[in-house]
């Protein structure tokens, strides 16, 4: 590759960084006229379509890459990752076994297997996977968000509230663990923290806005204030009364009012968790935030 074409490569990397998708993508597809058989090049350019949502055609330039060079492990995890983009999830996970194959010292690779294993429902096999990455790069705070998704997905809130913690030691303002451990805290009905880091994370990442937003709705059936005024009303009358038929039927509604109001928290309880689940796979799907991005390949300048 010439000197110009390494030139208008790194400018095309820095676009990409900055999140100028478009001046990124003309910068590769003049790249890719020049150096035809480089497949790296592919490669950034399908990183570049996939950040511009433009998914159908980062497959395409993933597949040119993967075309010219099989043996190299990056277009693979590419495929897979633009594939689960496409809700493709099983041609993802082959995609992102065939990465880890061939080159099974890549925590990235393992990071990928995890995803397309949890989108599969594999929640054992992605647990694996994201273990297997993290033992070859213990401080890699986007492995330690993996394992923590896939505690939170199987509702373990409080063993993915470590994981997210430990990520954020090693990446105090990673948005996507900030974000997720918000959630984690959130099912723990830890409220005031949760919504201390949304607003945090959407602070870093103003992407996150939305999905905080839509996080910190109310999962319930609220009552207003002339309903809550009025079901007082009817309760303490039903307390003078059994009162006035006697003590042992004053007692037995209070009871059943203690009971009721007990059974209509843990239904709210349940309902908001429910929810909070159901976010949360849609944001694992839908992961647009830049962490979602793959990073350049090891080694590659």
Request: charged share 30%; glycine share 6%; proline share 5%.
């Amino acid at each position: 590759m010439s000197d110009h074409a390494e030139a208008k490569l790194a400018r095309g990397r820095m676009m990409l960084d900055l999140g100028r998708y478009d001046d990124a993508i003309r910068l590769f597809r003049e790249v890719a006229a020049q150096a035809p058989e480089d497949p790296i090049v592919r490669c950034d350019l399908a990183r570049a379509l996939l950040g511009a949502g433009r998914p159908e055609e980062a497959l395409a330039a993933a597949e040119d890459a993967a075309g010219l060079a099989p043996e190299f492990d990056w277009p693979h995890r590419l495929r897979a990752i633009v594939l689960l983009d496409l809700g493709r999830k099983k041609p993802a996970l082959a995609a992102a076994e065939e990465a880890a194959r061939l080159d099974p010292d890549d925590p990235y690779s393992w990071a990928t297997v995890a995803d397309c294993r949890s989108a599969v429902g594999d929640q054992a096999g992605a647990r694996e996977a994201a273990q297997t990455g993290l033992d070859l790069d213990p401080e890699n705070a986007q492995l330690h968000t993996r394992l923590g998704d896939i505690r939170l997905a199987t509702g373990q809130a409080r063993a993915a509230e470590r994981h997210y913690r430990v990520a954020l030691e090693h990446d105090p303002q990673n948005p996507v663990s900030m974000h997720n451990l918000a959630l984690a805290l959130r099912a723990m009905d830890r409220e005031a923290e949760a919504t201390r880091l949304f607003e945090a994370a959407a602070r870093i990442d103003p992407s996150l806005d939305l999905a905080r937003r839509h996080a910190a709705q109310t999962v319930s059936m609220p009552i207003d204030g002339p309903a809550a005024a009025m079901l007082g009303f009817l309760l303490v009358s039903m307390l003078v009364g059994a009162i006035r038929e006697g003590w042992w039927l004053a007692v037995a509604v209070v009871v059943l009012l203690v009971a009721g109001l007990a059974g209509l928290q843990a239904w709210r309880t349940r309902e908001r968790r429910r929810a909070q689940s159901a976010s949360l796979r849609r944001a694992l799907a839908r992961r647009t935030w830049r962490e979602r991005l793959p990073g350049r390949r090891r080694g590659v300048s």
